[in-house]
């Protein structure tokens, strides 16, 4: 997230400039390796899905082609091999991890984004972006958002977690380095001297995860047992290294849940700053995924004790060079009204709120204009892809720099290849649908899945507000937020942010439908047949 998924982990060194202070207490110890040995003695696979940040088709069928990716190359060769699964949208991490373990879009899970705002706290919502936007913000409202509200009170509580549905059939789960983790087993999340003194955080934090629980040092249960990177210059642990030698550790000690999900966030940062094209980071990730393969005693032994599960998050656009001027200051747009600026406060006199997601961004109107009037301030901008919003039960959609317009709601006669019935009128060029009227169908283009993906965007919070998205190679930018010129950026609803890799080795089994929240339904067929 953020870079996508950079949450607190460009915090440390803005703490680390204002703390002045690096040491390190001991660490609360957890009871994890007690409780997490599967008990399962009918004799399923374990599952172990490793959710690569920004992984992409294409740099693996180049790095295939290359002869670089042997691993890849040898799940795909005893597996499944599916190069356009659909993810949740914003395609955001922290979004598409909520959508992955919950089975929901936004509508369900209610973790619009990134950023977003809350009309119930009158405040933005920051899980962390970039350096200057944290500092403008304020280092203590990001942290307790992220660390404390996203999992215990942003996460919709009605909605359970695959780790809460494994626990009520018996099963054993965990998470390594996941930031959507909640579930029924109490855990201790430990924050450092460094970072608790210029903050208000509490010295430990509790909180609800699956039976073992690996957040980088802040829950750490092999520590005193195993030496991990997990230092400042290691990101405090959210890195690729420290995944895989935890799920090693695990494997040695006999120690894997029925179901354990791994999250490696480095291939992210490698292609926010080189574009998509880079292949560097992919083929560092497939040399970490063989020494875990080994770790059985050799692949062809891996795929006889587990189900190797691997799957992208979202893709990445290429973002134009500086020197094409890729970025559109949403605020510019806004000159007659009040926004709401970086470190304010919402006031009375607020009118506007921009949550920027990257090349995708919510535009909040807390004053009586139409949300149409303001839609049409962004319109004729030719870098401006689709303007949303709803009203009572219709959802409304713009084409940026044309003035088609198209509108839709949910039921109706007709039906897309997800089973989901609709109603559409006016132009559906605007969401690059196709409409058979004979058969009563409708299909998706260069939107996958556009529909059910705004619907649950437009009903994922509180509050009035559209959804605005860039174009191919623009990114959406306000004063202080991060921008990636010249190198990958996401948020967006096309093809390129969408739609991501699946590999399933080990079993024969494959979702209903090739989507991110289709994934937990098969999870849970896959553990309990």
Request: net charge neutral; charged share 25%; aromatic share 8%.
């Given at each position: 997230?953020?870079?996508?998924n950079?949450?607190?982990?460009?915090?440390?060194?803005i703490?680390?400039?204002?703390?002045?202070?690096?040491?390190?207490?001991?660490?609360h110890?957890?009871q994890?390796?007690?409780?997490?040995?599967?008990?399962?003695?009918?004799?399923?696979?374990?599952?172990?899905?490793?959710?690569?940040?920004?992984?992409?088709?294409?740099a693996i069928?180049?790095?295939?082609?290359?002869?670089?990716?042997?691993?890849?190359?040898f799940?795909?060769?005893?597996?499944?091999?599916?190069?356009?699964?659909v993810?949740?949208?914003p395609?955001?991490?922290?979004t598409?991890?909520?959508?992955?373990?919950?089975g929901?879009?936004?509508?369900?899970?209610h973790?619009p984004?990134?950023?977003?705002?809350?009309?119930k706290?009158k405040?933005?919502?920051?899980?962390?972006?970039?350096?200057?936007?944290?500092?403008?913000h304020?280092v203590n409202?990001?942290?307790?958002d992220?660390?404390?509200?996203?999992?215990?009170?942003?996460l919709?509580?009605?909605?359970?977690t695959l780790?809460?549905?494994?626990?009520?059939?018996?099963?054993?789960s965990?998470?390594?380095?996941?930031?959507?983790?909640?579930g029924?087993?109490?855990?201790?999340?430990?924050?450092?001297?460094?970072?608790q003194g210029?903050?208000?955080?509490?010295?430990?934090?509790?909180?609800?995860?699956p039976?073992?629980?690996?957040?980088?040092?802040?829950?750490?249960?092999l520590?005193?047992?195993?030496?991990?990177?997990?230092?400042?210059?290691?990101?405090?642990?959210?890195?690729?290294?420290?995944?895989?030698?935890?799920v090693?550790?695990?494997?040695?000690?006999?120690?894997?849940?029925?179901?354990?999900?791994?999250?490696l966030?480095?291939?992210?940062?490698?292609?926010?700053?080189?574009?998509?094209?880079?292949?560097?980071?992919?083929?560092?990730?497939?040399?970490?995924l063989?020494?875990?393969?080994?770790?059985?005693?050799s692949?062809?032994?891996?795929?006889?004790?587990?189900?190797?599960i691997?799957?992208?998050d979202?893709?990445m656009?290429?973002?134009l060079?500086?020197?094409?001027n890729?970025?559109?200051?949403?605020?510019?747009f806004?000159?007659?009204?009040?926004?709401?600026?970086?470190?304010?406060?919402v006031?009375?006199?607020?009118?506007?709120?921009?949550?920027?997601n990257?090349?995708?961004?919510?535009?909040y109107?807390?004053?009586?204009d139409k949300?149409?009037d303001?839609?049409?301030?962004?319109?004729?901008?030719?870098?401006?892809?689709?303007?949303?919003?709803?009203?009572?039960?219709?959802?409304?959609?713009?084409?940026?720099?044309?003035?088609?317009?198209?509108?839709?709601?949910?039921?109706?006669?007709?039906?897309?290849?997800?089973?989901?019935?609709?109603?559409?009128?006016?132009d559906a060029?605007v969401?690059?649908?196709k409409?058979?009227a004979?058969?009563?169908?409708?299909?998706?283009?260069?939107?996958?899945d556009?529909?059910?993906?705004?619907?649950?965007?437009?009903?994922?919070?509180?509050?009035e507000?559209?959804?605005?998205?860039?174009?191919?190679?623009?990114?959406?930018?306000?004063r202080?937020?991060?921008?990636?010129?010249?190198?990958?950026?996401?948020?967006s609803?096309?093809?390129?942010?969408?739609?991501?890799?699946?590999?399933?080795?080990?079993?024969?089994q494959?979702?209903?439908?090739?989507?991110?929240?289709?994934?937990?339904?098969?999870?849970?067929?896959?553990?309990?047949?």
């Amino acid at each position: 997230m953020r870079q996508k998924n950079s949450l607190f982990l460009m915090l440390i060194c803005i703490l680390l400039l204002t703390s002045g202070c690096l040491k390190q207490e001991p660490v609360h110890k957890e009871q994890d390796l007690v409780q997490v040995k599967s008990t399962n003695d009918k004799h399923v696979k374990k599952v172990i899905l490793l959710l690569i940040d920004s992984l992409m088709a294409q740099a693996i069928d180049e790095g295939i082609a290359q002869k670089e990716l042997p691993t890849l190359q040898f799940l795909i060769q005893h597996g499944q091999y599916y190069k356009e699964l659909v993810s949740s949208f914003p395609t955001m991490s922290v979004t598409i991890d909520s959508s992955l373990l919950t089975g929901t879009y936004p509508d369900g899970h209610h973790v619009p984004g990134l950023t977003w705002y809350s009309t119930k706290e009158k405040k933005l919502i920051n899980y962390g972006t970039g350096p200057m936007e944290i500092i403008n913000h304020g280092v203590n409202p990001v942290l307790e958002d992220a660390l404390i509200n996203l999992n215990r009170s942003h996460l919709n509580q009605k909605i359970p977690t695959l780790y809460e549905d494994l626990a009520q059939r018996g099963l054993k789960s965990g998470s390594i380095n996941g930031l959507i983790y909640r579930g029924p087993i109490g855990h201790v999340l430990t924050i450092p001297p460094w970072i608790q003194g210029p903050t208000s955080l509490p010295r430990t934090i509790p909180v609800k995860g699956p039976d073992y629980l690996s957040l980088g040092s802040l829950s750490d249960p092999l520590d005193g047992l195993k030496e991990l990177p997990d230092g400042l210059s290691n990101r405090l642990g959210l890195n690729n290294r420290y995944s895989i030698e935890t799920v090693k550790y695990l494997i040695h000690a006999n120690k894997l849940p029925d179901f354990l999900y791994v999250y490696l966030p480095d291939l992210d940062h490698q292609i926010h700053k080189k574009g998509p094209s880079d292949l560097k980071g992919v083929k560092e990730m497939d040399k970490q995924l063989q020494s875990l393969l080994q770790s059985f005693g050799s692949p062809e032994e891996a795929l006889k004790k587990a189900t190797f599960i691997v799957v992208g998050d979202s893709g990445m656009t290429q973002i134009l060079p500086a020197e094409e001027n890729p970025l559109i200051e949403l605020s510019s747009f806004f000159n007659d009204y009040k926004v709401l600026r970086d470190g304010e406060s919402v006031t009375e006199e607020t009118e506007i709120v921009l949550a920027l997601n990257e090349t995708m961004a919510y535009v909040y109107k807390l004053k009586a204009d139409k949300l149409k009037d303001i839609a049409y301030l962004l319109k004729a901008d030719p870098r401006i892809d689709i303007i949303a919003w709803k009203e009572k039960k219709w959802m409304y959609a713009i084409q940026g720099n044309t003035s088609k317009e198209l509108k839709f709601k949910v039921n109706g006669k007709l039906i897309d290849p997800y089973q989901q019935k609709w109603t559409i009128k006016q132009d559906a060029e605007v969401l690059d649908l196709k409409i058979n009227a004979q058969q009563q169908t409708v299909s998706y283009g260069k939107y996958p899945d556009v529909l059910q993906r705004l619907y649950g965007a437009l009903h994922s919070h509180d509050g009035e507000f559209l959804i605005v998205t860039a174009k191919r190679g623009f990114e959406l930018a306000d004063r202080n937020s991060p921008t990636h010129k010249g190198g990958g950026g996401h948020g967006s609803i096309g093809k390129t942010e969408s739609l991501v890799p699946l590999i399933i080795s080990g079993t024969e089994q494959k979702p209903q439908y090739l989507r991110i929240i289709d994934l937990k339904s098969f999870l849970l067929k896959l553990l309990t047949k």
